[in-house]
């Protein structure tokens, strides 16, 4: 499965952006997906994840971005979505996309992802 993800800009404090993942291959429905995010000089960290079903487990997010963000997938169109809102300066990062079959209480751990797109910029300025 190769991924792109698309969807970064340059936006205001307070201001949204919705970021998108587009998968390409068969078994995209098979693999939890997860997004996560890398500011300039610090390491990639989890932002969300999502399970490879609707029917699955509830989105997971870091603690920085629950009640901001939202992840959610549409596995017919083979894509996930990030929506940013109430975004701030500290969301400033390049945003990446990933998949992964690990179980689920792994799913935060960047270690366990095989897949990764290209990466998206966001700058959030204040």
């Known amino acids: 499965v190769q991924l792109q993800a698309s969807g970064g800009g340059s936006v205001q404090s307070g201001g949204s952006l919705r970021l998108s993942c587009a998968a390409s291959g068969s078994n995209f429905r098979n693999f939890h997906t997860g997004w996560f995010r890398q500011a300039p000089g610090k390491e990639r960290e989890f932002v969300a994840a999502i399970s490879r079903s609707a029917s699955g487990f509830n989105p997971r997010y870091a603690d920085s971005v629950k009640g901001r963000f939202t992840i959610s997938r549409d596995n017919a169109r083979k894509m996930v979505y990030l929506q940013m809102n109430s975004l701030k300066p500290d969301d400033t990062a390049v945003y990446y996309c990933?998949?992964?079959?690990?179980?689920?209480?792994?799913?935060?751990?960047?270690?366990?992802?095989?897949?990764w797109g290209q990466g998206t910029l966001v700058t959030v300025s204040s």
């Open positions: 990933g998949i992964t079959t690990i179980v689920w209480a792994y799913v935060d751990s960047m270690s366990r992802y095989t897949n």
